[in-house]
T-cell receptor, first 115, second 112 residues
Framework: DTAVSQTPKYLVTQMGNDKSIKCEQN?????MYWYKQDSKKFLKIMFS???????INETVPNRFSPKSPDKAHLNLHINSLELGDSAVYFC??????????????FGPGTRLTVL | GQNIDQPTEMTATEGAIVQINCTYQ??????LFWYQQHAGEAPTFLSY????GLEEKGRFSSFLSRSKGYSYLLLKELQMKDSASYLC?????????????FGKGTKLSVKP
């Protein structure tokens, strides 16, 4: 019954590794997002996809690449992990873009720790 | 650019009323959301304001003044479970209209 799910919940890895975080939503929404929440709890948009097409790419290093195989999934792949990538990553989805007032529903988050 | 300000921390007593303010300066402002986030959990939706005025939902109400760039979240009959961070977020028209631009959140502690 989980609306927005993410795996894994925790991810601990070494600097320089490549890792992926998966996100799935069963709400039938057209838009999905990735956010990063840093140690100061500041939540910041990274990417937004609408119907499998990228519509927002905030200033994010090229090491981060979102992939959307279908509109229910938005995965985040990170190359060459750095210490500063340690954060909680939240996936979210909304029926349409929130510019129209659509509520975003968040997944449980993935806590990434880079050693 | 955009700027969203809210107090970093607040403390209130169980059963009391607390008002959490949010001021914003952003081009192409469309609407304002409030989210609640308990420690270690995902943000959850509380309210959305696009027109001026007060929206009431049970113990929680949210107010917006577009001309003043100001919103507040009012929590009545505080309960211990209301201890959480409260995030103000704005949306904009234009190319990034899907964005939620979040403030840094207000950590509310409810004491017995």
């Amino acid at each position: 019954d989980t609306a927005v799910s993410q795996t894994p919940k925790y991810l601990v890895t070494q600097m320089g590794n490549d890792k992926s975080i998966k996100c799935e939503q069963n709400l039938g929404h057209d838009t999905m997002y990735w956010y990063k929440q840093d140690s100061k709890k500041f939540l910041k948009i990274m990417f937004s996809y609408n119907n499998k097409e990228l519509i927002i790419n905030e200033t994010v290093p090229n090491r981060f690449s979102p992939k959307s195989p279908d509109k229910a999934h938005l995965n985040l792949h990170i190359n060459s992990l750095e210490l500063g990538d340690s954060a909680v990553y939240f996936c979210a989805s909304s029926h349409d873009t929130s510019g129209g007032g659509d509520t975003q529903y968040f997944g449980p988050g993935t806590r990434l720790t880079v050693l | 650019g955009q700027n969203i300000d809210q107090p970093t921390e607040m403390t209130a007593t169980e059963g009391a009323i607390v008002q959490i303010n949010c001021t914003y300066q952003t081009s192409g402002f469309n609407g304002l959301f409030w989210y609640q986030q308990h420690a270690g959990e995902a943000p959850t939706f509380l309210s959305y304001n696009v027109l001026d005025g007060l929206e009431e939902k049970g113990r929680f109400s949210s107010f917006l003044s577009r001309s003043k760039g100001y919103s507040y979240l009012l929590l009545k009959e505080l309960q211990m479970k209301d201890s959480a961070s409260y995030l103000c977020a704005v949306t904009r028209y234009g190319g990034s209209q899907g964005n939620l631009i979040f403030g840094k959140g207000t950590k509310l502690s409810v004491k017995p």
